[in-house]
């Protein structure tokens, strides 16, 4: 055989055995794809719960209970591990969450085991790059990653608060699925709520029940489904009908148990009337423009608060509404401004916007629901019209000359929820 041929013959196979070894060693895709993977540290491995049946079971419970108009039945699997961070968890990736053969991978850290409270902000940095690796990782490797905000230690102090809520308010605007877990059990000063917490680092099963609620219900239907991640829009908006009488209403009602929440609506009017409507389990409350032209909340219970911001200008303003359930206080905004709080619990069952009580000339756009209570630097970002995603259940523009979506009742947000147009 001629030494060309031979020397030809002999580059091919060694391309091929090059080839199959390099194929070899590159990850499996992922076989299951109804299969979450929880990989994070103690709290969803679920320390502090009895049992420790933390939130991540508690959600694998709601994921098995409700009714999917999807179809889909959820595995689940939890290889968190107490104490570990993010430099840990880069660590047990291939060897530990590769052979899991899931599609989805909800990355549960927080800045507490980074160290934030005791180097500060080069902890902060180190946190970000690495969450970075993780879902860069398991996307490279065909997963899906969801992520976890950081929430509440005991020990924290001013400092590390400003910590936690400034990669809060990163985690909300990256292109990535992630859960408000802060806004389920925060006492509005970094620590743990009275009477949620196990140890100073732990939740009980108390604080561990309002972290599970915060997550979407539907929110691996919506993935699986490949909705895609919400932008912002630029739309147009909805008007009331000439005559109210004829006005409908549009209705939301959230999937499972809500405790704490937010929602958010620009509206525009120059008149006054209901705005906006809860539905609890104790009965109604409303979100109203009085006559005076500033906004009323009435609670469901017998008390209600009044604003002092002027809203009947025919300008658009937002009206928020927050609800810390653990805490017990509900909070409403103007555009960015407190406007008042109570004390009282919720568990809201639908929000209803429309019908015969609104003002007249009244246009609405950008319909916002998050199952996760916010504090008052969200709060600030909601108000500049910034769309945070953390937990976001309903994002409906409410464009009514379909300038950017073509249905008006869409709901834009990573879940299968609707709105439904009701008389």
Same mark, same amino acid.
């Given at each position: 055989?001629p030494?060309?041929?031979?020397?030809?013959?002999?580059?091919? =196979?060694?391309a091929?055995?090059?080839?199959?070894?390099?194929?070899?060693?590159?990850?499996? *895709? *992922?076989?299951?794809?109804?299969?979450?993977?929880?990989?994070?540290?103690?709290?969803?491995?679920?320390? +502090?719960?009895?049992? @420790?049946?933390?939130?991540t079971?508690?959600?694998?419970?709601?994921?098995?209970?409700?009714?999917?108009?999807?179809g889909?039945?959820w #595995?689940? $699997?939890?290889?968190?591990?107490?104490?570990?961070?993010?430099?840990? &968890?880069?660590?047990? /990736?291939?060897?530990?969450?590769?052979?899991?053969?899931?599609? /989805?991978?909800?990355?549960?850290?927080?800045?507490?085991?980074?160290?934030?409270?005791?180097?500060g902000? *080069?902890?902060?940095?180190?946190? !970000?790059?690495?969450?970075?690796?993780?879902?860069?990782?398991?996307?490279?490797? +065909?997963?899906?990653? &969801?992520?976890?905000?950081?929430?509440?230690?005991?020990?924290?102090?001013?400092?590390?608060?400003?910590?936690?809520?400034?990669?809060?308010l990163?985690?909300?605007?990256?292109?990535?699925?992630?859960?408000? %877990?802060?806004?389920?059990?925060?006492?509005?000063?970094?620590?743990? $709520?009275?009477?949620?917490?196990?140890d100073?680092?732990?939740?009980?099963?108390?604080?561990?029940?309002?972290?599970?609620?915060?997550?979407?219900p539907?929110?691996?239907?919506?993935? !699986?489904?490949?909705?895609?991640?919400?932008?912002?829009?630029? +739309?147009?908006?909805?008007?009331?009908?000439?005559?109210?009488s004829?006005?409908?209403? %549009?209705?939301?009602?959230? #999937?499972?148990? =809500?405790?704490?929440?937010?929602?958010?609506?620009?509206?525009?009017?120059?008149?006054?009337? $209901?705005?906006?409507?809860?539905?609890?389990?104790?009965?109604?409350?409303?979100?109203? &423009?009085?006559?005076?032209?500033?906004? =009323?909340?009435?609670?469901?219970?017998?008390?209600?608060?009044?604003?002092?911001?002027?809203?009947?200008?025919?300008?658009?303003?937002?009206?928020?509404?927050? @609800?810390?359930?653990?805490?017990?206080?509900?909070?409403?905004?103007?555009?960015?401004?407190?406007?008042?709080?109570?004390?009282?619990? %919720? =568990?809201?069952?639908?929000?209803?916007?429309?019908?015969?009580?609104?003002?007249?000339?009244?246009?609405?756009?950008?319909?916002?629901?998050?199952?996760?209570?916010?504090?008052?630097? !969200?709060?600030k970002y %909601?108000?500049?019209?910034?769309?945070?995603?953390?937990?976001?259940?309903?994002?409906?523009?409410?464009?009514?000359?379909? $300038?950017?979506v073509?249905d008006p009742?869409?709901?834009?947000?990573?879940?299968?929820?609707?709105?439904?147009?009701?008389?």
């Amino acid at each position: 055989m001629p030494y060309n041929y031979f020397k030809k013959g002999l580059i091919f =196979v060694l391309a091929a055995l090059l080839s199959f070894a390099a194929k070899s060693q590159q990850p499996k *895709p *992922p076989e299951n794809h109804l299969k979450i993977v929880y990989f994070g540290s103690s709290v969803p491995y679920g320390q +502090g719960a009895t049992n @420790h049946k933390g939130y991540t079971s508690l959600f694998s419970d709601i994921l098995k209970n409700r009714t999917s108009a999807s179809g889909y039945v959820w #595995e689940t $699997v939890n290889i968190s591990i107490g104490g570990d961070n993010t430099v840990k &968890v880069l660590n047990r /990736y291939k060897t530990d969450f590769l052979p899991q053969n899931g599609k /989805y991978v909800i990355f549960a850290l927080a800045l507490g085991n980074e160290g934030i409270h005791e180097k500060g902000q *080069p902890m902060f940095d180190q946190f !970000e790059k690495n969450i970075k690796i993780l879902i860069s990782k398991a996307r490279a490797d +065909g997963y899906t990653p &969801v992520i976890t905000n950081s929430y509440t230690r005991n020990d924290y102090n001013e400092r590390d608060y400003s910590f936690i809520k400034k990669m809060n308010l990163l985690i909300h605007t990256w292109d990535v699925p992630s859960i408000n %877990l802060l806004g389920a059990i925060d006492d509005l000063s970094g620590h743990w $709520v009275n009477g949620f917490w196990d140890d100073g680092f732990h939740p009980n099963d108390a604080g561990h029940t309002e972290m599970s609620y915060t997550i979407v219900p539907s929110l691996f239907d919506a993935l !699986e489904s490949r909705k895609p991640m919400p932008k912002r829009i630029k +739309g147009s908006y909805i008007k009331s009908a000439k005559n109210r009488s004829e006005s409908k209403s %549009l209705l939301f009602t959230p #999937e499972n148990i =809500v405790h704490p929440f937010t929602t958010a609506i620009s509206f525009k009017t120059g008149d006054s009337g $209901v705005l906006l409507q809860l539905t609890n389990a104790a009965g109604k409350g409303t979100i109203s &423009v009085n006559k005076e032209g500033r906004l =009323v909340y009435s609670s469901p219970g017998s008390e209600a608060v009044s604003g002092t911001s002027i809203v009947n200008d025919g300008k658009w303003h937002k009206v928020i509404v927050t @609800h810390y359930y653990a805490k017990g206080v509900t909070m409403l905004y103007c555009d960015s401004t407190l406007q008042g709080t109570l004390a009282e619990k %919720l =568990v809201t069952t639908s929000v209803r916007i429309g019908g015969t009580d609104i003002p007249k000339k009244l246009a609405y756009k950008n319909w916002l629901f998050y199952r996760s209570a916010m504090n008052p630097d !969200e709060i600030k970002y %909601l108000a500049k019209d910034s769309l945070l995603k953390s937990s976001l259940e309903l994002y409906a523009p409410l464009d009514g000359k379909k $300038v950017s979506v073509s249905d008006p009742l869409i709901n834009l947000a990573q879940s299968m929820n609707t709105i439904k147009e009701v008389k």
